[in-house]
């Protein structure tokens, strides 16, 4: 029975180890975009059957029927058009032994809303995020995004002037932090291009097309004309678009300055359920600008048409995600094309092609904005849709791509994925290694593989250190409201914890990341020998953990001089992990 | 402070001066007149950086100009 257990442990690793299946993008009969050719049908035949067999049937059920192309011949696949009652047709056609299958002719068309704005075709950037086929997903209804820059050309007052392709666009309230007013126009142009970027009147038959057309803009003016303002305006609008119901906070702003006000600014619009997402920096350094580097915003590099990270664009430790910002040294045609107004005289609408971090951010907030359309209830899951969605070379985390290229697309289908927010693949892992970590016991020695699991001091130790009390958050979420930060860290596993406590980021700390915890639980169970299964527990799911994290490209290990030694110190640690567990394992039952 | 260095235009954001200094820094230029924002003059700025700013730019230290010479 134990052996059973065993192989039972083993499988489940093995199918852990499956590959993911690849994502489809085929549509299939019943979904929306492919509908039923009228009095068409498809017959598959045997592969094989000759070309004179497929007419004599033809000629005995009465259709005209002829093999689909050239590859007919081979794949026998033929359809027949002007059948008066497809039903009855097919009915008799399956009865025939050398017909593998029969069906009524579908007419597929891929799912795509093209906009009809003139400069549309333009857009390239728009293209690179799979726009036309998000759209038919989600355009970020009623969504607010707040655009904390030099203000919007959102109304004719006084010589200030609404851009035309933002006519009909929606608007919330918003505020004016430079002149202390309720009219936050743009006297630079900078605030305007990124709202367009956003939600540009899309399919107006004027001008471009933005991301998130359907979403609510908040104006917010903290920029003066020049460009430039202090910490003090900008932390004070984040924490009034929070509270006048912003979802999406846009910063396509930043300097080299660390200000503890704005950090807290930004943990407090995190902790209101907003998504703070910011420019990384156009320093071309490896170093991200702030605000973009504080722990709860997401840091958006830039990237040219040619999907390669731009020269100007900083990145690092704390990037998230690269999005199009443009590349104008690619020639023209190769920036971020939006409506703004002139930036000599702001009285002047234009259309101009800027290139910057700051072109890059719209992208992603606009993104933001349809994921929370689409049913994403907290940034957590926004940001995990964003991450999981984006179109990655590595396959995992980077400093000069963070989790990978901006895909609304792909961050759409990512949400539609997204169950419970647990991993259990570590907890599986740990279970399959159990088994074999027995199998490596003599029988003498040997506990049995449930009489191990079962037992609660060491069942709490392995969930904790694999899942995380991860049904702490989500019923704390239901009954009480907003999780205690207590919550939230039990609801990790216990090695992500350090980051949550210390916010430092990406990054995993290589102390939490290895055997050093259960290193220690183990000097202290030599001396207490009943901690002996709460300690196999903890090094048996840290060993699943790191095991796993390894074999995933889990997240890069901050500290290590290079980025390629994470995964050997955690085979390394996973390792270490694993051997502690045995020895807890077989004292036990040698007692 | 004093920085010594070059004057760039860069076709960023909405274009942005600024100071490719001596000192191994790039600083964005807030303030000064047209005579002193020439691509490739080399000059000598008399200025305070400002740590609270920030801004569209995003390319470094902005340094407001108080004063400058002409190389």
């Known amino acids: ?591 | 402070m004093k920085v010594r260095g070059t004057v760039e235009f860069r076709e960023l954001e909405m274009g942005v001066w600024v100071l490719v200094g001596e000192d191994g820094r790039t600083y964005q230029i807030a303030g000064g007149r047209s005579s002193l924002l020439k691509e490739g003059q080399r000059v000598e700025i008399d200025g305070e950086v400002d740590e609270a700013a920030m801004g569209v730019a995003m390319v470094g230290p902005i340094l407001r100009v108080r004063r400058y010479r002409v190389l």
């Open chain 1, 1 to 591: 029975m134990r052996s059973v257990w065993c192989l039972l442990g083993v499988l489940s690793l093995a199918a852990a180890c499956a590959p993911q299946p690849a994502r489809t993008k085929v549509t299939a009969p019943g979904t929306p975009g492919a509908s039923a050719v009228p009095h068409a049908l498809v017959v598959d035949f045997r592969d094989g059957t000759p070309a004179e067999v497929v007419a004599e049937r033809a000629r005995q059920w009465g259709l005209s029927l002829r093999l689909n192309s050239v590859e007919g011949v081979r794949s026998g696949i033929a359809i027949a058009e002007e059948v008066d009652d497809v039903d009855a047709a097919l009915t008799r056609i399956r009865r025939e032994a050398d017909v593998e299958e029969a069906e009524p002719l579908v007419r597929m068309e891929a799912l795509a809303f093209t906009p009809n704005d003139p400069e549309f075709p333009k857009q390239w950037n728009l293209r690179m995020l799979h726009m036309p086929e998000a759209w038919e997903r989600s355009r970020g209804k009623g969504v607010v995004v707040a655009v904390i820059d030099t203000g919007i050309a959102y109304e004719d007052r006084g010589d200030f002037v609404q851009v035309p392709d933002l006519a009909g666009a929606h608007f919330a309230a918003g505020y004016d932090f430079v002149h202390d007013t309720e009219h936050p126009n743009d006297d630079n142009g900078h605030g305007t291009h990124v709202a367009g970027t956003i939600a540009q009147r899309t399919n107006n038959g004027v001008g471009v097309a933005g991301v998130a057309f359907e979403a609510r803009l908040m104006p917010l003016k903290v920029l003066d004309r020049a460009g430039i303002g202090n910490s003090a305006d900008i932390a004070d609008a984040i924490r009034w678009a929070v509270d006048h119901g912003a979802k999406v906070l846009n910063l396509s702003l930043g300097g080299p300055g660390y200000s503890a006000v704005m950090e807290r600014a930004v943990a407090y619009a995190r902790t209101k359920g907003a998504v703070v997402v910011c420019a990384a920096g156009n320093a071309g350094t490896g170093q991200v600008s702030y605000p973009a580097a504080y722990a709860g915003a997401v840091a958006v590099g830039a990237v040219g048409p040619d999907g390669q990270l731009a020269p100007y664009s900083s990145w690092g430790e704390a990037l998230d995600l690269i999005a199009p910002g443009g590349n104008t040294r690619l020639g023209p045609g190769n920036g971020i094309l939006q409506a703004t107004i002139d930036r000599t005289d702001f009285r002047k609408p234009v259309l101009a092609e800027y290139q910057g971090t700051s072109m890059a951010t719209p992208h992603v907030a606009g993104v933001a904005a349809l994921l929370f359309a689409a049913g994403a209830r907290t940034p957590d899951e926004v940001e995990k849709a964003l991450f999981q969605g984006a179109a990655s070379e590595a396959g995992a985390w980077t400093p000069r791509a963070g989790h990978g290229r901006l895909d609304a697309l792909g961050a759409l289908e990512a949400l539609g994925k997204a169950g419970l927010p647990v991993d259990w693949a570590p907890l599986i892992w740990s279970a399959a290694l159990l088994a074999l970590l027995l199998l490596s016991l003599r029988v003498k020695v040997r506990p049995g593989f449930l009489n191990v699991l079962l037992n609660p001091a060491t069942l709490l130790p392995l969930l904790l250190s694999t899942v995380g009390l991860w049904f702490l958050k989500l019923l704390w979420q239901r009954f009480v409201g907003h999780p205690p930060a207590a919550a939230e860290v039990l609801s990790l596993p216990i090695p992500d914890w350090e980051r949550i406590l210390f916010g430092r980021g990406r990054l995993a700390s290589p102390l939490m990341y290895s055997a050093l915890l259960p290193g220690i639980a183990a000097l202290v169970a030599l001396r207490w020998r009943a901690l002996r299964p709460v300690v196999a527990g903890l090094s048996l799911g840290f060993a699943g953990f790191l095991l796993y994290a390894a074999w995933a490209k889990a997240p890069g290990i901050a500290y290590l001089p290079f980025t390629f030694l994470a995964r050997p110190w955690l085979v390394l640690n996973g390792v270490l992990a694993a051997l502690l567990c045995r020895s807890m394992l077989r004292r036990e039952a040698g007692r």
